[in-house]
């Protein structure tokens, strides 16, 4: 289960609004599970149907939480015209197994989907996710 | 002469759970030869057809490899490699 608070769901959620029709990506950082901090990423792909962290920006992030002993606790990206389900592609370069990872859909002007999953070697398992005031 | 490589937590199953080693070479193409003869498997993870895979991300201090010689980067002791897997997706 994902246990977050409504204002990083609501800044994510503003990232991928912002960022539509291309992807938007990023990471919230945290201690012991726990997500905190926001860290909005630049999509080096500038695509509508991929992203990608840019390269040096996330060394610097990687080593910034390293630094301060916390952990990507969630990895989030949007889909801008298909559900917020992980893609094929979504699966194959997953590569953080303790990480959330979480998909928020903007092919709905309205209404945003926003769930929640972990993938371990290959192997997607959706989560209940629990939005903490 | 040492250099030392930091592991990501997806390749830490190749150093016994470590989260950074030691290795040795002139090149990174060398270190990471060097590499896979204390952690057999790895290199398969880092290269392919003679390359970096492309969806994996190695800096040499604070610069991707990329950007300078990719495999063919001298390193030299003192050195950190940061091994760190791309994050993307469709």
Redesign the interface.
Known sequence: MLSISQELVDKIVAHARADHPDEACGVIAGRGGVPERFIPMENAERSPTFYRFDSMEQFRVWREMDDRDEEPVVIYHSHTATEAYPSRTDVSYASEPDAHYVLVSTRDENEVEFRSYRIVDGVITEEEVRFLP | MAIEVRI???LRNYTGGAKAVSAEGATLEELISNLESSHPGIKERLVDQGSLRR?V?V?LN?E?V?FLSGLGTPVSDGDTV?V???????
């Open positions: 990501p937590t997806i969806f991300n800096y604070d991707d990329r940061t760190l897997p791309a994050v993307a997706g469709g």
